[in-house]
T-cell receptor, first 109, second 116 residues
């Protein structure tokens, strides 16, 4: 099945910094989603982005499907951005999202 | 829109008892729901796929007689952990598939199960 790898595993930044999180996947995808898991465990949908670029406020994401990677950009980080960011991919013909191991982001004041 | 709820948020039970967790899609109908398990500082692991009106499909290594799944309506799926043991303690998360052009999954807030 499809493999999903995220990097870096951990990222510690000062408030106000920008960050880039990467997600590589091993097969063609019908669906790629980015999530933020907050300290209480809730997964919040950030982007549905199997291809192209989307922006939502300080967050943006780009998926280059032909090269099998996706990037999540966070600009002007705030302490509330802390948590774990997951990408998950659904390969063509499959029904199950496969999750990466996540990137743990810590934003210090 | 696309809100998924879970109940209870947390539960503590004695070893040997059964626990039922509910997952509801509040503002959309979900033919397909999913149940995940997450251990501390790890990623989500899919346990089973729940389809309305049919038997759940379990992932390899998940005991279907221990983790009973029922998807009796288009807005409700339940996971029952039978004869729970301390090793079943974990964070259980459900998701519901919003089918359509995008087939996007939306997740519930999770249920933290502690078995004493």
């Amino acid at each position: 099945g499809i493999q999903v790898e995220q990097s870096p595993p951990d990222l510690i930044l000062q408030e106000g910094a920008n960050s880039t999180l990467r997600c590589n996947f091993s097969d063609s995808v019908n669906n790629l989603q980015w999530f933020h898991q907050n300290p209480w465990g809730q997964l919040i949908n950030l982007f549905y982005i199997p291809s192209g670029t989307k922006q939502n406020g300080r967050l943006s994401a780009t998926t280059v499907a032909t090269e099998r990677y996706s990037l999540l950009y966070i600009s002007s980080s705030q302490t509330t951005d802390s948590g774990v960011y997951f990408c998950a991919a659904l390969s063509r013909g499959a029904q199950k999202l496969v999750f990466g191991q996540g990137t743990r982001l810590t934003i210090n004041p | 829109g696309a809100v998924v709820s879970q109940h209870p948020s947390w539960v503590i039970c004695k070893s040997g008892t059964s626990v039922k967790i509910e997952c509801r899609s509040l503002d959309f109908q979900a033919t397909t729901m999913f149940w995940y398990r997450q251990f501390p500082k790890q990623s989500l692991m899919l346990m089973a796929t729940s389809n309305e009106g049919s038997k759940a499909t379990y992932e390899q290594g998940v005991e279907k007689d221990k983790f009973l799944i029922n998807h009796a309506s288009l807005t409700l799926s339940t996971l029952t952990v039978t004869s729970a043991h301390p090793e079943d303690s974990s964070f259980y998360i459900c998701s519901a598939l919003l089918a359509g052009v995008y087939n996007e999954q939306f997740f519930g807030p999770g249920t933290r199960l502690t078995v004493l």
